[in-house]
């Protein structure tokens, strides 16, 4: 039989259900490739993550929203060259409609945005934990799946939007215990980048493609660079004026060659003094070779980074005030940031002070005899209407086996339900914090 089944006794001809188990053998339990499991004890980890990502939202006064992970491709077919579009998760549909799982959170952010165009009030400060997807050739053994955190704020023209988004990143790293020792963030604007274009007058239609270039600029040799670049046609003269640029380590220097009137050094100017006001200047550097792999930044850029250089960027983000014209739209000014949680664990681990959040109960309640398991739901009840988690053990278990098991999931109290003491109206409860012992009337629990 084609699939494999084997025809169960007594059925003619009927393709029954293949047989798991016995003949065929254990089906594979692994995740599917590139993908991760989240059993208890790392979602505990996973959850205290995006509660520090969460409680950093809610203290900006940010709105959380999300969208399906399922896309339409043409969110983002970009011809820019970009990774993340490369390795697009796409595929066509049952109805061949050409879709993709989310390599990023900005399209998506977008999309919702244009819905309500013209009324959805401004600034709108939103923010999204959402699982994205990348289609790598798994000879890389890479992870084809993350989450991310967004922060973005649409209708703030000016860079006092990127000084809330920096403060809400230092303050994140400063709640999970590193400092701007461990970490920095390199800021620039994407505005230097045009700037000297401009001044070599290269074509605008390649500045997207010469941004993607120049991003890898730190991962590649400076021949390769200067190969890529070639290839798209921007003359040597220009990229080496380019390189140049982009190993300006100084605002003044900045200056000297953008001119007195630049945006680029003003907004840089305004950002960094802004930054002062919050108190994070110590974390910022300023890197014009910071230009992040998006096509679709149009200004301010900025990557958090570990100061040992050990790891690739924590997160990433910039101004990107052309997004919503791109769909079709009318522009907005755009800016916001990505933070994975792949490298933030890396790092957290390196520097020793990754939780390690454990299993966690407030009372653990046993029946002492199987006649009086009612009782103890029923005082289960009373403790989890009363907001206490409680572990109600299910099966004839002896006190020893509960001991034991409290330890296990760190519980404050055992509950003991027994007939003496119930016959007066009592439950004993075993206070495993401070060691002692009670009798305790059932309407005081
Ligand atoms: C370190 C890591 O897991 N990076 C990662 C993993 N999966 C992705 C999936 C989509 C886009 C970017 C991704 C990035």
Not at 44 to 54: H, S
Not at 284 to 302: E, I
Not at 400 to 412: L, P, R, S
């Amino acid at each position: 039989v084609a699939t494999g089944a084997v025809q169960a006794e007594g059925s003619v001809g009927k393709i029954t259900e293949p047989m798991r188990g016995s003949l065929k053998g254990l089906i594979d339990t692994q995740a599917p490739r590139g993908t991760r499991d989240f059993p208890p004890e790392e979602l505990r980890l996973r959850n205290w993550l995006f509660g520090e990502f969460a409680t950093v939202s809610r203290l900006f006064g940010f709105e959380q929203w999300d969208a399906p992970v399922l896309e339409s491709e043409e969110l983002f077919v970009r011809k820019a060259g970009e990774e993340i579009t490369d390795q697009l998760y796409n595929f066509e549909d049952k109805g061949q409609r050409k879709m993709a799982l989310r390599p990023e959170l900005t399209p998506s952010l977008a999309r919702l945005v244009l819905q309500r165009q013209k009324t959805l009030p401004l600034p709108a400060k939103w923010w999204a934990i959402g699982q994205c997807w990348r289609y790598e050739r798994m000879t890389r053994g890479r992870r084809r799946e993350h989450y991310q955190w967004n922060m973005d704020i649409i209708g703030v023209a000016g860079v006092e939007a990127e000084a809330e988004l920096l403060a809400a990143i230092t303050l994140f790293f400063e709640r999970v215990g590193l400092s701007s020792k461990d970490v920095g963030i390199k800021v620039s604007s994407r505005k230097v980048l045009q700037s000297v274009l401009e001044q070599y007058n290269l074509p605008s239609d390649l500045f997207a493609k010469v941004c993607i270039i120049v991003d890898k600029i730190e991962k590649l040799p400076r021949e390769q660079i200067e190969k890529e670049l070639d290839a798209i046609g921007v003359p040597t003269e220009t990229v080496q004026g380019v390189l140049s640029a982009m190993s300006i380590r100084s605002l003044e220097e900045l200056e000297k060659l953008l001119g007195p009137n630049s945006e680029a050094v003003s907004d840089l100017k305004h950002l960094f003094n802004l930054a002062s006001g919050y108190g994070y200047s110590d974390w910022l550097v300023f890197d014009p070779s910071v230009v992040r792999g998006l096509a679709y930044y149009t200004g301010t850029v900025f990557e958090g980074f570990d100061r040992e250089g050990k790891l690739r960027a924590i997160c990433g983000g910039g101004r990107y005030d052309r997004l919503l014209g791109t769909f079709g739209g009318d522009d907005l000014p755009c800016t916001g940031f990505g933070f994975g949680d792949a490298v933030i664990v890396e790092l957290l681990k390196d520097k020793g002070i990754l939780p390690e959040p454990k299993q966690k109960v407030d009372d653990l309640v046993l029946a002492m005899d199987e006649s009086l398991r009612p009782q103890a739901s029923g005082i289960a009840s009373k403790l989890r209407k009363s907001g206490r988690s409680v572990e109600l053990v299910l099966e004839n278990k002896k006190m020893k086996w509960a001991f034991k098991h409290a330890e296990k999931c760190h519980a404050d109290r055992l509950v003991l339900v027994g007939a003496e003491e119930w016959s007066r109206g009592c439950v004993s409860v075993k206070d495993l914090l401070k060691r002692e012992q009670l009798e305790v009337p059932v309407n005081d629990l």
